[in-house]
Structures are given as structure tokens and as C-alpha cells.
């Protein structure tokens, strides 16, 4: 019954990755910036829950979509009149800059709010209910629900809206694009934004789950790098799949060889590269 | 391919950024703070605590004779920031309360303590390289020890180089003292006894536990805990039916935890750190895994452990350097842990962890020696560390020939009711411990 419950856990902490992992890959994929400041976006939007919850006592799951705003907002500043001006250099540069907003934003976080362990907790946070000898916590399980939702949207709004439309022309030949009459700079800040947006969700979700600071996030840029790796850069469906298999090895590998954990995810993941490059439903780009 | 958004680029250059996102990642705490180091070089409680030099100058500036200096460089930010604070105010509380009294009494003539702290930003490398900073440049007269084993280890060396005198508060693995240098002290009690005192309680209740599982992160003075807890709990006949390392600073533990559950142990004992503690009660609790009790080394003893679980805190057992509830009587300043304990939440607003209180006592026997040794020269004052004695508010001070204050008992903490209290040893506490713990579903 252990295997069930291994298996149960696995899937339920790949569905959180996942979502980490979604925001991450559709900024690499259209914007080709490997976004580090993509944590710091995780730790701002657990903040901004906790403080939504602790002050004005409103609850995580209702406050979700204000927090996606407030990120999908300074996601969107960021890109539109900082990231866009270094658009035409080489990654290296982006990649810096995004770093040295995580570098900002945790000091800045660590400053303001203090390196003080807080959590938003309802009441049910931490609770779960079992299902005979399986326990499924309240919070995860609805942290599931949030990231399919919110792959399905993102699924929908890329394939059958005009804007979701023009993000994937920008993302597959900016030049053709632009001749087309698309505003690359706004597109480009509308997807970093949604990004934001993405990366918040997950934030409120998992200051949920467990205590939090400033400086515990950087992990989750490494997380969801390997997801988007394992699943395929430029897919939905691979985001997703990627987690829930990086959720089981974690799971497994803690059960098996607890120790050596990260070995073996990182070993699994130079095995993709070596024998599937674009990851498990990524596609080579035009290229 | 339906789902699909083309990345309009190859992978060409996937491999390098993987490898520097794992650099990044990796080299995070080292590297992203080294530019900022200097200018964030901080008597930086200057502009934001009261209590600074200033203000405790104001009372009686005119009547030093001199200044002594004493540097540290502490986890101001990075994975122990917190912890670093903690021992940073320790250090504050030791200097204002000293020199409002007079400072330093060297041969009759008084001396003003001043410190300087550099940000290490939980890296021990730059710990290292700050210790060197401030014994070769800011040409500080002593070092106090930095927050952490690992950084103390790597100050430890510099320290020794330089034939400069460190006590330290913070740093409790024997390695430190097993490299036979002649500079470094610790105040702590060493690591084989942090759980100790959990499971001599434990074998006293009723019921009495069979079995105990042990989980540690994977530092050497996680595992150095941990295998003396190990060791000890066999020999006191109970079985140990699990046992597992994992990667330090691991926040999902929900695997090793399924499993432990599964072996249905009496004791969880941990020996890891504060966001470790946190995660392996939460997760315990999402998995109905209901053990008699938990113990561990690290994370109650924190005011965080209670404010992050809140209720599911109570009947959590922490092994302890120091608490208020001691009943010593210091020949310090500070006399007993109760005064210190009124005085440090006057000053700071907050009650102090044993990591405050550590480093405080560190400064404590600093004074101590220095006026024992009459001189501030760092040879004799070395030898005055060693020849050390004496009771203070925190317990016995006196250093083993490897600069370890090893006679020094650790005691037992757990929350009651949203109260840390003192339950071992028997002749200080405060109340009888609270055991077994009921089920999660009963609570």
C-alpha cells in the first residue's frame, strides 16, 4: 500500500510542478529567454497571498487570480520597458539580467519582509482526508485541480484566440510576424507577463503547503528548467508530463535512494538530452 | 501537433545553458551576493536596531581608555539568514550590556567593545574570506564565530593561520575541533549529545517507546547528530527500524516519511534544520503518520517552528543548547537565563532562541579571558580562553584540551499548548513532558 501512496504523492507534487514548469517553458519557447527571475516571481506571489490571507483574511484559492494579476503586471513592466531593450542580443544577456532581478527581488523580499518563516494557512492547510489507508491532502489536491485548469486555459487561449495566435508567430519567426503587423514588443511583454501570471499561481499554491521565506525559492528555477527539459520546450502537453514524471522520480528516487536523489533525476535528464534532445513531446523548431 | 508552440530556436545551445543554469543554481549563494559583499558590509544593525554602539556610547563615552574590536561575519542572508540574525543580536546584547557597565576591564583601564560584521550570506568560502578581511585589514582584535559548521570550519582555519583567538557559538560538529588547532573554541555542547537528552527523556515515559526512526540531512553535522543518536538509542535497547540521509535543505519528504510510516516506529527523530523540521511535521501529519512523539535536533527551539504549525507544534520535542527555564546562576552580566531572557526581549521584541543566547556567551567568556589575561594580546589571551572556568548565565564554560566545552548537558524542549517549555532535565523543568502524542485525526 506504500507503492499507492508513493505513487499518489508523486502525482500530486508533479502537478504543482508542473505548473512551475508551464510559465517557464512559454517564455523560453517564445520569448528564448531562460528566465531565472522566474523563483523570485514564485516568492513574490507567495507573499502576496500570505499577506491577502493574514491581513485581510482572504483565502488562498479566492485570491488566486488577484495574485496572477498583480505578476501578470510587473511580469509585463519588466519585459515591456526593461527585457525588451536587450531582445536583439545574444541569450547570455537576457539570461543575466533575469538573474539579476532574482538577485534583486530576493534581497529586496528579504529586506522588507524579513527572513521570518511565515505560511498561509486556512484551515485546512495540512490536513487531509484518506481514502482507506491513502491520504490525500486538501491542498494539494486542489492545487491539482488549479494546474490543469490553468494548462487547459493556457491550451485554449494559444490555440484559439488572435492574441494567443500572434504570441506563437512571434514565437516561430518574429521577422514574418512583424511584416504580418504584429506588435512584437507588446507581445513579447504580454507573454513574459502571462508567464508571471503562471508562476504566481503556483507561488500561492505552494505557500499553502508549506512554510516559506525569501531565500528558499531559488531551487524552483533548477525544477522547473528540468521540467520543461524532461517534457519538451514549446509544448503544453509537455510541461505537464514532464512534471508528473519529474513528481514520480523525485517520489521514487526519496523512497529508494533518498540520498542520492538528485543524482538521479540529473542522471535522467542527461539521458533525455543524449537520446530524445527536444525532451519527451518537444518538437526540433524550425531551425 | 496540437498543444504545440514552436520555440523558434534550436537546441543547439541547450547544453551550455544547462550547465549554467546549474551553475547559477549551484553557485547562487556563492556568487550572487560577492559583488554586493563590500559595500553590503555591515555594522548594517547600525541603521536599523536601537541598541548600537552609539547609543550605548552616549552614557559613558568619556570614560574608555580604548576600543577593542571584534569581527565576525555572519549569515546575514542566504539559507540561515534567520539563524544569522539570531546570532548577530546575541552579539549586539553581549556588546551594549558590557560596555554600559564599563566595557572591558584590562589592568584597570577600560575598554570599549566595538564590533564589525560582514555578511557571509551562508557561504562558507566567503565566511572564510571575510574572517580574513577583517583579521588582515579591519585588523579586529579577536573574531567571534560565525553562524553555522560549515563556515566555522573554514573560519577556524583562517583563525589558526593568523594566531588569532575565535570563540564560537554556532558551530557544533567535533570536526572543528578535531584538526588540532589551538585558536578556536566553542561554547556549544558537541553534537553527540544534541538528541541524547530526547531519548533519555523518551525511555522515561509511559508508555515506554520500542522502536525509533531516524532521518538526517546529509551535512556532517547532521549525520554526526544523527549517528550518535543512533548509537546511543541502540545501546539504551531500542530498535532502530529506519534510517535514512537526505539531501540537505529538502522541503519534500513526503517518500522517506511513507516509508518511515510504514515501519510504525514508537520515535521520529531528526537531525536537520528549521525548513526541514517544518516540512517533516506538515508532511507527517498530510500522511496521517502519528509516531508517540518527534524529536529533533534543529527547528523547535526557533519561535518560527511555532508561528509557521501553530498547533501542530504541540508535543514536539527539540533537543536544546540553552532555554530561559535553566536554573544557573551566572557569574556574568547577565547572571541567570531568565534575566537575560527579560532583557533580550526588552531590547528586540522577540523571546531569544539558544542560537542568541550561544553567541552571547560567547562574548561573555571573551570578557572573561581578556581580564583574566590582563593584556589584550592575542597569544596570552589564547591561553586564557583555554585555562577558562566559570559559570555563566548559559551554563558551565570550561573548553576540553580540543576547545570544546564538553561538559555542558543539553536540555529537552517541547510545546504545550503554544508554549515552549522545559520537560528535561528532570530537576529544571518546568512540567512533566506530554506523551504519547495522540493521533493527527484525534487532535
Given at each position: 500500500m506504500d507503492f499507492v501512496q508513493h505513487i499518489l504523492n508523486g502525482l500530486l507534487q508533479g502537478c504543482i510542478l508542473a505548473l512551475i514548469g508551464l510559465g517557464f517553458s512559454l517564455v523560453w519557447g517564445i520569448l528564448n529567454i531562460i528566465n531565472l527571475a522566474h523563483a523570485a516571481f514564485i516568492m513574490l506571489a507567495a507573499y502576496v497571498t500570505y499577506f491577502l490571507w493574514s491581513l485581510a483574511g482572504i483565502d488562498p484559492f479566492i485570491s488566486l487570480p488577484l495574485t496572477m494579476a498583480v505578476l501578470f503586471g510587473l511580469g509585463y513592466i519588466l519585459q515591456r520597458y526593461v527585457i525588451n531593450l536587450v531582445m536583439g542580443a545574444?541569450?547570455?544577456?537576457?539570461?543575466?539580467?533575469?538573474?539579476?532581478?532574482?538577485?534583486?527581488?530576493?534581497?529586496?523580499?528579504?529586506?522588507?519582509?524579513?527572513?521570518?518563516?511565515?505560511?498561509?494557512?486556512?484551515?485546512?492547510?495540512?490536513?487531509?482526508?484518506?481514502?482507506?489507508?491513502?491520504?490525500?491532502?486538501?491542498?494539494?489536491?486542489?492545487?491539482?485541480?488549479?494546474?490543469?485548469?490553468?494548462?487547459?486555459?493556457?491550451?485554449?487561449?494559444?490555440?484559439?484566440?488572435?492574441?494567443?495566435?500572434?504570441?506563437?508567430?512571434?514565437?516561430?519567426?518574429?521577422?514574418?510576424?512583424?511584416?504580418?503587423?504584429?506588435?512584437?514588443?507588446?507581445?513579447?511583454?504580454?507573454?513574459?507577463?502571462?508567464?508571471?501570471?503562471?508562476?504566481?499561481?503556483?507561488?500561492?499554491?505552494?505557500?499553502?503547503?508549506?512554510?516559506?521565506?525569501?531565500?528558499?525559492?531559488?531551487?524552483?528555477?533548477?525544477?522547473?528548467?528540468?521540467?520543461?527539459?524532461?517534457?519538451?520546450?514549446?509544448?503544453?502537453?509537455?510541461?505537464?508530463?514532464?512534471?508528473?514524471?519529474?513528481?514520480?522520480?523525485?517520489?521514487?528516487?526519496?523512497?529508494?535512494?533518498?540520498?542520492?536523489?538528485?543524482?538521479?533525476?540529473?542522471?535522467?535528464?542527461?539521458?533525455v538530452l543524449v537520446l530524445r534532445p527536444t525532451g519527451l513531446l518537444g518538437r526540433e523548431g524550425y531551425r | 501537433m496540437r498543444g504545440m508552440y514552436y520555440p523558434g530556436h534550436g537546441f543547439r545551445w541547450l547544453p551550455s545553458a544547462l550547465a549554467a543554469v546549474m551553475l547559477a543554481a549551484c553557485g547562487a549563494p556563492a556568487s550572487a551576493p560577492a559583488p554586493t559583499a563590500a559595500p553590503a558590509a555591515t555594522t548594517a544593525p547600525a541603521a536599523a536596531k536601537p541598541t548600537t554602539a552609539p547609543t550605548a556610547a552616549g552614557a559613558s563615552s568619556g570614560t574608555f581608555d580604548g576600543t577593542l574590536l571584534f569581527g565576525a561575519p555572519i549569515s546575514l542572508t542566504g539559507s540561515t539568514a534567520k539563524e544569522g540574525a539570531l546570532t548577530?543580536?546575541?552579539?549586539?546584547?553581549?556588546?551594549?550590556?558590557?560596555?554600559?557597565?564599563?566595557?572591558?576591564?584590562?589592568?584597570?583601564?577600560?575598554?570599549?567593545?566595538?564590533?564589525?560584521?560582514?555578511?557571509?550570506?551562508?557561504?562558507?568560502?566567503?565566511?572564510?574570506?571575510?574572517?580574513?578581511?577583517?583579521?588582515?585589514?579591519?585588523?579586529?582584535?579577536?573574531?567571534?564565530?560565525?553562524?553555522?559548521?560549515?563556515?566555522?570550519?573554514?573560519?577556524?582555519?583562517?583563525?589558526?593561520?593568523?594566531?588569532?583567538?575565535?570563540?564560537?557559538?554556532?558551530?557544533?560538529?567535533?570536526?572543528?575541533?578535531?584538526?588540532?588547532?589551538?585558536?578556536?573554541?566553542?561554547?556549544?555542547?558537541?553534537?553527540?549529545?544534541?538528541?541524547?537528552?530526547?531519548?533519555?527523556?523518551?525511555?522515561?515515559?509511559?508508555?515506554?517507546?520500542?522502536s525509533v526512526a531516524v532521518l538526517t540531512a546529509d551535512d556532517p553535522f547532521s549525520v554526526e547528530v544523527a549517528d550518535a543518536a543512533q548509537k546511543y538509542a541502540e545501546q539504551k535497547g531500542l530498535q532502530v527500524v529506519y534510517s535514512q540521509k537526505y539531501p540537505n535543505a529538502s522541503t519534500d519528504l513526503r517518500a522517506p516519511l511513507t516509508e518511515a510510516k510504514g515501519k510504525n516506529p514508537d520515535l521520529l527523530l531528526n537531525s536537520g534544520h528549521l525548513q526541514e523540521s517544518l516540512a517533516i511535521v506538515q508532511q507527517a501529519k498530510e500522511l496521517g503518520f502519528s509516531p508517540k512523539g518527534f524529536g529533533f535536533s534543529v527547528g523547535p527551539g526557533t519561535p518560527d517552528f511555532q508561528t509557521t504549525l501553530q498547533n501542530d507544534a504541540?508535543?514536539?520535542?527539540?533537543?536544546?543548547?540553552?532555554?530561559?527555564?535553566?536554573?544557573?546562576?551566572?557569574?556574568?552580566?547577565?547572571?541567570?537565563?531568565?534575566a537575560y531572557n527579560t532583557l533580550y526581549k526588552q531590547t528586540f521584541g522577540y523571546e531569544p532562541a539558544y542560537q542568541s543566547a550561544d553567541a552571547t556567551a560567547v562574548g561573555v567568556a571573551f570578557v572573561k579571558?581578556?581580564?583574566?589575561?590582563?593584556?589584550?594580546?592575542?597569544?596570552?589571551?589564547?591561553?586564557?580562553?583555554?585555562?577558562?572556568?566559570?559559570?555563566?548565565?548559559?551554563?558551565?564554560?570550561?573548553?576540553?584540551?580540543?576547545?570544546?566545552?564538553?561538559?555542558?548537558?543539553?536540555?529537552?524542549?517541547?510545546?504545550?499548548?503554544?508554549?515552549?517549555?522545559?520537560?528535561?532535565?528532570?530537576?529544571?523543568?518546568?512540567?512533566?513532558a506530554l506523551w504519547p502524542m495522540p493521533a493527527w485525526s484525534a487532535r
Open positions: 545574444t541569450i547570455l544577456t537576457t539570461f543575466l539580467l533575469t538573474f539579476g532581478f532574482e538577485s534583486l527581488l530576493v534581497n529586496l523580499a528579504l529586506r522588507l519582509f524579513s527572513a521570518d518563516t511565515r505560511q498561509t494557512k486556512p484551515i485546512y492547510a495540512n490536513a487531509s482526508f484518506s481514502i482507506g489507508p491513502l491520504y490525500v491532502p486538501y491542498t494539494q489536491l486542489g492545487a491539482v485541480v488549479v494546474a490543469l485548469l490553468l494548462t487547459y486555459l493556457l491550451y485554449l487561449f494559444l490555440d484559439h484566440t488572435r492574441t494567443g495566435s500572434s504570441i506563437r508567430a512571434v514565437g516561430q519567426d518574429r521577422v514574418a510576424a512583424r511584416l504580418m503587423g504584429i506588435d512584437i514588443g507588446r507581445t513579447y511583454a504580454l507573454t513574459f507577463g502571462i508567464g508571471a501570471a503562471l508562476a504566481a499561481a503556483s507561488g500561492t499554491l505552494l505557500s499553502t503547503t508549506s512554510g516559506f521565506a525569501p531565500n528558499g525559492f531559488s531551487a524552483f528555477n533548477v525544477l522547473a528548467f528540468s521540467v520543461v527539459v524532461l517534457g519538451g520546450l514549446g509544448s503544453i502537453p509537455g510541461a505537464l508530463l514532464g512534471g508528473l514524471v519529474f513528481g514520480l522520480v523525485y517520489e521514487f528516487g526519496g523512497t529508494y535512494v533518498l540520498s542520492q536523489r538528485d543524482v538521479v533525476i540529473f542522471a535522467i535528464l542527461i539521458l | 548577530r543580536d546575541g552579539y549586539d546584547l553581549w556588546r551594549d550590556t558590557y560596555n554600559k557597565a564599563g566595557g572591558i576591564n584590562v589592568g584597570g583601564k577600560h575598554y570599549k567593545i566595538e564590533t564589525k560584521y560582514y555578511d557571509d550570506a551562508s557561504n562558507a568560502q566567503q565566511s572564510a574570506t571575510l574572517a580574513d578581511k577583517l583579521i588582515n585589514e579591519d585588523k579586529v582584535n579577536f573574531l567571534l564565530g560565525p553562524y553555522g559548521t560549515a563556515p566555522t570550519l573554514q573560519v577556524s582555519t583562517v583563525a589558526e593561520k593568523n594566531k588569532m583567538p575565535m570563540i564560537e557559538g554556532n558551530g557544533a560538529a567535533e570536526s572543528i575541533f578535531s584538526q588540532g588547532y589551538k585558536y578556536t573554541f566553542g561554547v556549544l555542547s558537541p553534537a553527540q549529545n544534541y538528541l541524547r537528552g530526547v531519548i533519555d527523556l523518551v525511555l522515561t515515559l509511559d508508555p515506554k517507546p520500542a504541540n508535543y514536539v520535542l527539540g533537543g536544546v543548547q540553552w532555554t530561559p527555564a535553566l536554573k544557573y546562576h551566572g557569574d556574568d552580566l547577565f547572571q541567570t537565563p531568565e579571558a581578556i581580564e583574566a589575561a590582563g593584556t589584550t594580546d592575542q597569544a596570552k589571551v589564547r591561553d586564557a580562553i583555554a585555562a577558562l572556568n566559570f559559570m555563566a548565565f548559559y551554563g558551565q564554560i570550561k573548553f576540553d584540551e580540543r576547545g570544546i566545552n564538553a561538559t555542558k548537558p543539553m536540555a529537552v524542549e517541547q510545546w504545550q499548548n503554544g508554549r515552549r517549555v522545559t520537560v528535561w532535565p528532570t530537576d529544571v523543568a518546568e512540567v512533566k
